[in-house]
């Protein structure tokens, strides 16, 4: 247990503060009622998942979603769902990145460059590449490795976790193209992404 763990926990089984007595049994109410409602929330999450796995794992391309390092059935469902499904919708690999918003703009001037995250992105999409990012650090040693990369160059985390989504998404785009699951030896291998990270 950490120190910090420590003080929490004696503070809180130290004396405390007592409310009026007419006051209690309200809270005693409020707490109740809130925990009807999230124990009804809980359940219905359950269920929605259910729902969602059943649904997409009928779906043809669910196996390769799925053998993406960081997405599971929810994530890769919701990463389908905001990409589509349609094979000629994007034009070249550089569209779903840039449709994403993980794929950086450059602005030169002269003698200054600048990179910059995008502005106009799918949001919902963007965010859960972004969490696909994070669970692909551990279940990853090629996405663990392209991290580090960043680190090494001078990237933030989320610069760094940014590049890697940008990374994640090409590979994803050669994958569902080809009709191939994803390969961790072949994707290590790969020629890295040169892009710059973004601010």
Do not use: W
Not at 160 to 188: K, M, W
């Amino acid at each position: 247990m950490t120190a910090t763990a420590a003080n929490i926990r004696a503070s809180l089984a130290s004396e405390q503060l007592t409310a009026r007595p007419g006051v209690l049994p309200a809270y005693g109410a409020s707490a109740s009622a809130l925990i009807v409602v999230l124990s009804a929330m809980a359940t219905q999450t359950e269920v929605l998942a259910g729902q969602v796995e059943q649904g997409f794992g009928q779906h043809p391309d669910a196996e390769i979603y799925l053998s993406q390092p960081g997405l599971g059935v929810i994530l890769g469902a919701r990463v389908l769902a905001e990409f589509g499904d349609d094979p000629d919708r994007y034009a070249d690999a550089k569209s779903p990145k840039n449709y994403s918003g993980m794929s950086p703009i450059t602005k030169a001037s002269g003698t200054k460059r600048v990179v910059l995250a995008r502005y106009a992105r799918n949001r919902r999409l963007g965010d859960a590449l972004f969490l696909q990012a994070c669970s692909a650090l551990r279940a990853s040693p090629g996405a663990r490795a392209f991290y580090d990369g960043q680190r090494d160059r001078g990237a933030t985390h989320h610069q760094a976790l940014r590049a890697l989504a940008n990374r994640l998404v090409d590979i994803l785009h050669g994958c569902l193209r080809t009709h191939t699951r994803y390969d961790e030896d072949l994707a290590s291998h790969s020629e890295p992404d040169k892009l710059s990270p973004a601010a």
